[in-house]
């Protein structure tokens, strides 16, 4: 297993050397100049000095350790005859403070905002013309360190930091700068990109075998754009038979299949053919299995999508339960359960959207799962064309009358004065104020039950019974 400060180093190493290569081919499109100025610095003798200061002396070691290397690019344009006038300044630099990979080999704490603004000061040289600077961290940054702007005039950050999956994170905490310049900084070329995004499909290939994988929902996961996605996807279709490419629901997806080769292709095939030979006992197997599973791929990316939904639902009913268990005021405790009630409702609805949703991909699933035991050569009892087909038409029937009432409701509920709560929002602010309802006699069980309060009362009977002697 690599240490703390071996894996530093070969951060620092991957990311100057793929940054380079991008900067010098920018140079005169994206960087101003026409001659441009290649300097490197490091910070050697900072790594020297905290070795001394803890009384390490190995050469070896030293060697092993990050030196926060990087390089400066100057863009320069001719002026005159033999003048020059500087134009750009491009800063790439690495941020692996030593003594933290000195002390211990686990990783290094993230950099705070103080150690990368000494950094960066350290690293500008004149403030005459902005300059454009690029700061990796192999260990990454806090989180202050992304919302905060660097105290630094006349800089333009991007910061950079590994990713677990071997991409990087690259982003600048100022939202003006132009995209272009950002993805300069990053080191990963697009070989690479495209090996990730299939690695990632191998590690969810569990996802395939039910559903199916949307470039949008990798892009985001992985911080790519949607078209290397969309070629990665393209290339892992090509090299598995069963694998395809989907574009029909507006957004490129892969599922799993059955293979097909281009002799079993028929575009000729008109669309009501083509519906009625999906349920028809005779016909390819295979082209139906892989339009049906196209279908089932669509709609649980609808049903994830829902899933999701739901929660932020939830979690909403959530939040304005702990602010009606806050508030003291019976107004905004009314108001607050006439807001749980009509999210309860909300989150019901979708509960039901979601199972009729899911029944349908049961219902398609099942079908699949007969025609793969067809093509096999297995002995399957086949449910009748018009049992499926009945099914799938009163699910999608019952999923219109179901956005249509949804509709209906909602526009009811707007027009309509609430002059009164209803019984489920009687109900839930009588829970809200269930709390405070209990905090009464606790109080004063509390108070009879104290020691001191007993021993008072008692010593005062005695008294009394002395005086009356």
Not at 184 to 191: A, T
Not at 281 to 307: F, P, Q, T
Not at 414 to 421: C, G, I, K, Q, Y
Request: net charge negative; hydrophobic share 35%; glycine share 6%.
């Amino acid at each position: 297993m690599k240490t703390a400060a071996a894996h530093a180093k070969e951060v620092e190493s991957s990311y100057l050397a793929g940054v380079q290569a991008k900067l010098k081919d920018a140079g005169g499109r994206l960087l101003a100049g026409s001659r441009f100025k290649h300097e490197e610095h490091d910070r050697v003798e900072r790594v020297t000095k905290v070795m001394v200061e803890q009384k390490i002396f190995d050469h070896d070691r030293r060697a092993d350790m990050p030196h926060s290397r990087g390089f400066t690019i100057r863009g320069y344009e001719r002026r005159w005859i033999f003048g020059k006038r500087l134009k750009s300044v491009t800063v790439a630099s690495v941020l692996a403070p030593p003594k933290p990979l000195l002390d211990s080999d686990e990783p290094a704490p993230p950099v705070s905002l103080s150690e990368l603004t000494e950094h960066v000061q350290g690293l500008v040289k004149s403030g005459k013309v902005q300059q454009l600077v690029g700061v990796c961290s192999p260990s990454g940054f806090e989180e202050e360190v992304w919302e905060a702007p660097l105290g630094v005039p006349n800089v333009r950050l991007v910061l950079i930091e590994p990713r677990e999956d071997g991409g990087w994170h690259v982003a600048s905490s100022d939202s003006k700068l132009d995209e272009r310049l950002c993805r300069l900084f990053d080191p990963e070329d697009m070989g690479r990109k495209v090996d990730r995004v299939r690695r990632e499909i191998e590690n969810r290939s569990a996802d395939l075998l039910t559903g199916g994988l949307t470039v949008g929902s990798i892009a985001r996961q992985l911080e790519l754009p949607e078209q290397i996605v969309r070629q990665a996807f393209e290339q892992v279709a090509k090299s598995d038979r069963e694998l395809h490419v989907s574009k029909r629901s507006g957004e490129a997806m892969l599922f799993r299949g059955a293979p097909v080769s281009s002799e079993m292709e028929d575009d000729s095939m008109s669309l009501a053919e083509w519906i009625k030979s999906l349920f028809s006992k005779e016909g390819n197997e295979a082209k139906k299995i892989n339009v049906l599973s196209e279908r089932r791929a669509a709609l649980s990316g609808r049903l994830d999508r829902m899933y999701e939904d739901i929660a932020e639902l939830e979690k909403k009913e959530e939040e304005l339960h702990k602010e009606g268990k806050a508030t003291s005021s019976k107004v905004s405790k009314r108001r607050i359960a006439a807001q749980i009630s009509r999210q309860r409702k909300d989150i019901s609805r979708s509960n039901t959207s979601a199972a009729i949703l899911s029944k349908q991909i049961n219902v398609i699933s099942t079908h699949i799962h007969n025609l793969g035991l067809a093509q096999t050569g297995s002995v399957a009892q086949l449910p009748s064309s018009e049992e499926l087909t009945e099914a799938a038409v009163n699910a999608e029937e019952i999923l219109e009358q179901l956005a249509v009432s949804d509709d209906l409701v909602s526009s009811l509920e707007v027009t309509m004065a609430e002059t009164a709560m209803s019984d489920d929002e009687a109900a839930i602010l009588a829970e809200l104020e269930g709390d405070e309802a209990e905090a009464a006699p606790q109080k004063d069980r509390k108070k009879t039950a104290d020691p001191s309060t007993a021993e008072t009362e008692s010593k005062r009977r005695e008294r009394g019974e002395a005086q009356a002697e």
